[in-house]
């Protein structure tokens, strides 16, 4: 966020601080924030399912696992890319790697019939709710 502040003139010690912070967050903290991230999730409930609409540009079918465990639906996916210049005196080599994970505590789902797919770019998971019986009611008196 420093890197956004604008700059004053006269500014030494300012500038060495930035470049620092600059320095810190770039190379020690990289890789503690950069390598986790979350995609957007649109969550509907129907009268029978909830619907689960996941964007997940870029991935690949089998680069995407979803996995349901203890009430608790998993969506994940992992993205290895790198681009590489086969000359000697290359300018610029880059290697992208990403690993994206959403959690979403669900206990009434029935697990054997979800329903998922993938389909530009969006991954949808149909979701059907168990059909527990309401128990019946019985009202018990205060005295």
Not at 1 to 30: C, H, I, T, V, Y
Not at 62 to 88: C, F, G
Not at 122 to 141: A, F, G, Q, W, Y
Request: aromatic fraction near 12%; proline fraction near 3%; glycine fraction near 4%.
């Amino acid at each position: 966020m420093a890197g956004l502040l604008p700059r004053r003139k006269n500014r030494d010690l300012g500038e060495m601080w930035d470049s620092f912070n600059d320095f810190f967050n770039d190379n020690f903290l990289a890789s503690v924030r950069g390598d986790i991230h979350q995609f957007r999730t649109d969550i509907k409930e129907t009268g029978d399912q909830y619907v689960i609409e996941a964007e997940m540009p870029g991935f690949e079918k089998e680069a995407i696992n979803v996995e349901y465990e203890n009430n608790y639906l998993t969506i994940s996916a992992k993205r290895e890319a790198s681009s590489k210049d086969e000359k000697e005196n290359y300018i610029r080599q880059e290697r992208h790697y990403g690993e994206f994970v959403r959690r979403f505590f669900v206990e009434d789902i029935d697990d054997k019939t979800i329903e998922a797919t993938f389909n530009n770019g969006v991954l949808t998971l149909k979701c059907p709710k168990l059909m527990i019986s309401n128990p019946d009611r019985k009202r018990i008196e205060i005295h």
